[in-house]
């Protein structure tokens, strides 16, 4: 079965100056999933962002979103996708009625004013349409902007950090309007700091470090790269020795040590190893436990060891 690729880049490079932004950015995003753009400050996502949306033209390399050529047919391009970027651009002085008619005017939407009640009904915001957006509140705002994104019905949004600084409740908001875009068949590109957001969104990952993707895949491939984090709190801290031979042998990486917690820490790939036989195994070399657990590793975990390895 062949796999239809919404955006495709290969070899994408940018400079500013001195500054080396991309370093031959290779991306495949499936049609009609999430891709969760992930990396530290400076890393090169929002230049990536930039490129992809013909805001800014690389140096070299090569890509097609919406199936057309970035560069050849960069008119193509724009009228396929939808951009929200990390700040709102509505207009403050409209109502959010009045933003999503001007939005859906400007691209020539037949329909236009049906198409903005849809919206405003979606997103929950049609009790707001007649109020100056200035009015609203951060996550209503950040829904509008989605909004008018979305007047052309893209085939490909790209969203980049559209969540920052946004209470949970707003931020769930958004989160389910990500899936019902999926859903309907529209393939998102989500730059964000939130690993749980990714986590909870993403069906793909792609860490940008230093101007390259330097891993991809699931994020469940993404955990199964540093394992379970495995650690018992003990009763007594002249066991604490005894603790970790029992994790080095169960394990087989070397433990670390919290003596103020009387706490043995830890990391095992061995998807085998339940907590049950932990504390049995503990038990069977006399050390008497307060506490042990088994945790699956989160995005954070995965990303602060990754970018560790490359910076080391």
């Known amino acids: ?34 891709c969760g753009i992930l990396g530290p400050n400076g890393a090169g996502k929002t230049t990536a962002v930039r490129l992809l949306t013909t805001l800014l033209r690389p140096d070299a390399g090569s890509a097609r979103v919406a199936g057309h ?16 970027g990390q700040y709102a651009s509505v207009d403050g002085d409209l109502t959010g009625r009045e933003n999503l008619r001007l939005f859906a005017r400007l691209h020539r939407v037949r ?65 389910d309007a990500v899936r019902e875009l999926t859903a309907d068949g529209t393939t998102v590109l989500l ?22 993707v330097a891993h991809t895949g699931s994020p469940a491939r993404f955990k199964a790269l540093i394992g379970a984090h495995v650690e018992v709190v003990v009763t007594d801290a002249d066991v604490m020795v005894k603790a970790a031979a029992v994790l080095d042998q169960l394990t087989g990486t070397e433990p670390s040590f919290d003596h103020e917690r009387r706490a043995v820490g830890a990391v095992t790939r061995d ?7 932990l ?6 070399a006399g050390v008497s436990l307060l506490d042990a657990s088994l ?13 560790e390895e490359r910076a080391a």
Do not use: C
Request: hydrophobic share 40%; proline share 4%.
């Open 111 to 175: 329909g236009w004013a049906e198409r903005a009640d849809e919206l405003l009904d979606r997103f929950g915001l049609a009790e707001a349409a007649d109020r100056p957006a200035a009015t609203y509140s951060g996550g209503m705002r950040r829904r509008l902007d989605l909004a008018a994104s979305l007047v052309r019905r893209p085939e490909v949004l790209f969203l980049d950090e559209p969540t920052t600084g946004l209470d949970p409740a707003s931020r769930n908001r958004i989160w």
């Open 1 to 34: 079965m062949t796999t239809t690729y919404a955006v495709l880049s290969e070899g994408l490079e940018k400079r500013f100056g001195e500054v080396h932004a991309l370093r031959g950015l290779d991306l495949a995003v499936t049609q009609g999933t999430v």
């Open 279 to 284: 504390v049995r195994e503990l038990d069977a």
């Open 191 to 212: 730059t964000t700091q939130y690993l749980e957001e990714a986590d909870r969104l993403a069906d793909d990952i792609a860490l940008v470090d230093r101007g390259r």
């Open 271 to 277: 998807a085998t190893l339940t907590l049950p036989r």
């Open 69 to 84: 050529d970035l560069l050849r047919e960069a008119a193509a391009v724009r009228r396929r996708i939808g951009v929200t």
């Open 295 to 307: 945790r699956p590793p989160t995005l954070d975990d995965v990303f602060l060891r990754l970018t």
